[in-house]
């Protein structure tokens, strides 16, 4: 497989330094905290089921955020995030494995590592309870995501197709979250979701990531069967605990 082919510019960039990027000293052993269990908390407790997203910038936002992230991260609980999501690709995100490892100290909601992890060895970067695989760029998913439940991460595998999801499920994924991003021209389509939803067994947990913006974009996405909103830039523009409370509809 060749990971770059067809993809925008700016894709081509991030996966050039991911692949320059060495991984951890020691092999992680994780005892991960929930996702799913988190996620379906938060719809018995009245919200919507919210990854909120801990990103200083991206290749696809204007400017770039320098907020404490810890700080950025107890704002989205206190807005009724059901999980937490933070960027760890330093060159293109702003991330890094030290902004993780101090969020996850300070909040008790599950944190999912978002970042372009493409050896196994990345995967020892840092501790955290659920890490992001993208199928387009893995060739052996299924000995990535074997790596990672070795180490006790939970892998929530990123897909944009229907085939892709079915290969992500030949792979014995579990976690499966939906890009509504083409990482081709990188638009957003909601319907990509819906499609590739329509489509997925009702054993797997869903997660709709990219372009929800609004309490309606997040109502479509739950009515195609959404178990999880993965948020970012909707809740990182402007007052982020207020964001999030309009979008997990949780009273000021």
Do not use: C, W, Y
């Amino acid at each position: 497989m060749n990971e770059s082919e067809g993809v925008a510019p700016a894709i081509e960039s991030i996966l050039a330094a991911a692949r320059e990027r060495e991984g951890g000293d020691e092999r992680v052993a994780v005892d991960a905290r929930a996702l799913p269990a988190a996620l379906s908390a938060a719809e018995a407790d009245g919200r919507v089921p919210v990854i909120a997203e801990v990103k200083p910038t991206s290749p696809t936002t204007d400017g770039r955020r320098d907020a404490d992230p810890v700080d950025l991260a107890e704002a989205m609980v206190e807005g009724g995030a059901a999980a937490l999501s933070v960027l760890t690709e330093p060159a293109h995100f702003g991330g890094s494995p030290d902004a993780l490892r101090e969020v996850r100290a300070a909040v008790d909601v599950p944190v999912l590592r978002k970042d372009f992890v493409l050896e196994e060895a990345q995967l020892d970067t840092v501790e955290a309870d659920a890490v992001l695989l993208i199928a387009r760029f893995l060739d052996d998913l299924d000995g990535m995501i074997a790596a990672a439940r070795e180490r006790g991460f939970q892998a929530l595998v990123e897909v944009h197709t229907v085939a892709e999801l079915d290969r992500a499920l030949a792979a014995g994924a579990e976690l499966v979250g939906v890009n509504n991003r083409d990482l081709a021209q990188l638009d957003v389509d909601l319907s990509t979701f819906e499609q590739v939803a329509s489509e997925a067994p009702d054993d797997v947990t869903l997660i709709a990531e990219s372009g929800i913006g609004s309490p309606e974009d997040a109502g479509r996405m739950r009515e195609a069967g959404a178990n999880g909103l993965l948020i970012g830039s909707a809740i990182m523009d402007g007052d982020v605990a207020a964001n999030t409370r309009r979008l997990t509809g949780v009273a000021a």
